[in-house]
C-alpha cells in the first residue's frame, strides 16, 4: 500500500484519497485505514520510505574516492525532482515545507551522514566544519528551489562549491 500511495502522491500531489490509493493498491478502503489510521499516517509511512531509500543509497554509494557527499546532494536533488508530489503532500500533512525525516528514520539517517561528512573531510573534499546540520540546510534550500521550478542543479553547483570552499585557502 505504501508503495501505491507513494506513486500516486508522486503523480499527483496532494489531492490523492485513500480510495483511490486502495484502488491503485489492490485492497479494500478498509485494508488501508486498518495499517493507516488516517491518511497522515501514511503520508509519514510514504516519507519514511523515501528516508530509508536515501540512507540506503547513501550507504551504498557515498564511500567512494569522489565526494560522497556531492553523491548524496545529486541524488536527493533528483528524487525530490522526481518525486514533487510526495514532497507536497509531506508538506501539506506536516503543516510546513522543507519538512525533515523524523523518528528512527532520522536517527538513521543523520548516522550515515555524519559517516559521508567525516569520510569527505578525510579525504579533504569537503570543508572542515561541516555538520549534519549543515546538510539538513542545504537539503530544505534544495527542496525549495526545485518546488520554485528553479534551476536546482546550478543551485547544487554553487552549494557544493561553497563546501569545498575553504580547502583551497
Known amino acids: 500500500m505504501t508503495e501505491a500511495a507513494r506513486a500516486l502522491f508522486a ?13 491503485a493498491a489492490g485492497v479494500g478502503v478498509g485494508t ?19 528516508f530509508a531509500e536515501i540512507e540506503e543509497y ?12 556531492e553523491r548524496y546532494f545529486r541524488y536527493v536533488g ?16 506536516r503543516g510546513r515545507p522543507g519538512s525533515e525525516p523524523r ?6 539517517l543523520e548516522r550515515v551522514v ?8 578525510a579525504a579533504g ?10 546538510v539538513y540546510l542545504l537539503v530544505g534550500a534544495l527542496s525549495s528551489v526545485i518546488r520554485a ?5 546550478r543551485f547544487l553547483d554553487l552549494t557544493l562549491s561553497a563546501l569545498r570552499d575553504q580547502l583551497s585557502t
Open 11 to 23: 503523480e499527483r500531489g496532494d489531492d490523492v484519497q485513500m480510495p483511490e490509493i486502495a484502488r
Open 32 to 50: 488501508v485505514y486498518r495499517h493507516f489510521p488516517d491518511r497522515q499516517a501514511l503520508v509519514e509511512a510514504a516519507a519514511e520510505h523515501r
Open 58 to 69: 547513501a550507504r551504498e554509494y557515498c564511500f567512494g574516492e569522489d565526494s560522497g557527499l
Open 78 to 93: 533528483e528524487l525530490l525532482s522526481r518525486d514533487r508530489g510526495l514532497t507536497a503532500a509531506i508538506d501539506s500533512a
Open 103 to 108: 523518528g528512527t528514520a532520522r536517527g538513521r
Open 114 to 121: 555524519a559517516e559521508v561528512i567525516a569520510h569527505d573531510q
Open 125 to 134: 573534499l569537503v570543508r572542515l566544519d561541516c555538520t549534519v546540520a549543515d
Open 149 to 153: 521550478g528553479s534551476d536546482w542543479v
